[in-house]
């Protein structure tokens, strides 16, 4: 199946990039990108898929917090399926997740319901999502003697990477620096609950050592991301004249 899926994937960028590669006007304005720029190719392709579907949601008169709740629904099925050792469907779960969360940002934007409420609901259940899939994680390598702890650390360091940027925006001060943002974890979670059985299979080593060796990177690029973000948020802090 994934293999279909990803013959399908790459016929559709190919035809993307014959037709012009015309760039998407909203991930253009809010400033979408995918490992720092080099991905951008893949940001613009996928709101192209997804166009359809949302001019179709437009339709049907879906709303964002339609969205909102489907990507909940989709983060716990995720976890729940995790854990219960169903790692090709919760990437799936995952996948979807994402793209609900992609689609409650445009609809709301498409539709001018961009609010306070709908910014702190979004990325407020965009937490719980992630919580709710490593919590997944955290049970699945429980056979692992540092499994758990591998995991847990990819949730705190994913916490900690939201948490600079809330806290930045809350001082005036927007940060979107970093490696390891949201979208690079959801793809790398997807990828690995994919791929784990045919590399674990190749390589001779137990089921989910590829979900550990892809949660440890997660882990470090989260935090150095973190780190990054402090030191980036308060040198600009820094070089702010005092409000006397």
Known sequence: MFAAILAAAVLSMAVYAVAGR??????????????????????????????????????????????????????????????ADELELGGWAIALGGICDILDGRIARARGLVSPYGQFIDSTLDRFVEVFAFLGFVYYLRAFTWGPLVAA???????????????????GVLCKEGLMQRAERLVLTFLVCLLDAPITAATGRPSGTAVLWVLAVIAVGTFATAIQRTWWISARLRAKPSGR
Request: without cysteine; aromatic residues 12%.
């Open 22 to 83: 015309r760039r998407d006007a909203d991930a253009e304005k809010k400033g979408s990108q995918f490992l720092l720029g080099i991905g951008d190719f893949l940001v613009h392709w996928l709101m192209w898929v997804l166009r359809p579907v949302e001019r179709l949601s437009l339709r049907l008169g879906l709303t964002p917090d339609f969205f909102n709740f489907a990507g909940l629904f989709f983060g716990l099925l995720s976890g729940i399926l995790i854990a």
């Open 153 to 171: 650390a990819a949730i705190t360091g994913s916490l900690l990477v939201s948490y600079t940027r809330a806290r930045g925006e809350s001082v």
